[in-house]
């Protein structure tokens, strides 16, 4: 019984001893019907605050054979790649559930592509925004825990056509990153 006992405060003070930590690493993906991966690398920069970078890579494929509605059959391709910088909060609700909070920046390349038939469009553009992140995490070890995050933002759009540039603005409510692995030392 004390042998438990002791095991068990064990692995709690391997959980909680976290101040030692200064880096983390994220892989998320936010979508299973989309080709979405992010990776977040983030640093310690006081007892509550990380600064953070990240790339994102997004890709959709969509073929539409011919039928009695379509007299050509689809082929379209969407990608986007984009990095983030900034800065979170992190918090401990509990002893194994930490949120995360904070804003970042964020820059993208789009490309877009849909061949109809013979006939093919093409669409290259920019975006850059603001975002907002709340993450919940649950601590599985002193290194590893599992979460997901919510990133809201807006986006700024810079598509250039042969004769005329289109800017417009984008709210983006419901981003979700659906299941989040960090990896922590």
Partial sequence: MCGFASMQK????????????KNEFIISS?????????????????????????IDIN???????????????????????????GIDKHSKIKDDFEIINGFNLTFADNYYRNKNGTDIETDHFFEYGLGFNLGFYYQLSQHFSIGSELSPNIIVTHNKYEYSIINYLKFNLINISLFSIKYRY
């Fill in 10 to 21: 064990s692995i709690a003070s391997d959980k909680s001893d976290t101040t030692r930590i």
């Fill in 30 to 54: 936010s979508s299973f019907y989309n080709h979405n991966v992010s990776l977040k690398y983030s640093h310690r920069v006081s007892e509550k605050y990380w600064l953070k970078a990240g």
């Fill in 59 to 85: 890709g959709e494929k969509t073929i539409n054979p011919s039928d009695s509605y379509l007299e050509y059959s689809t082929d379209i391709v969407n990608i986007k790649t984009g990095i983030l910088f």
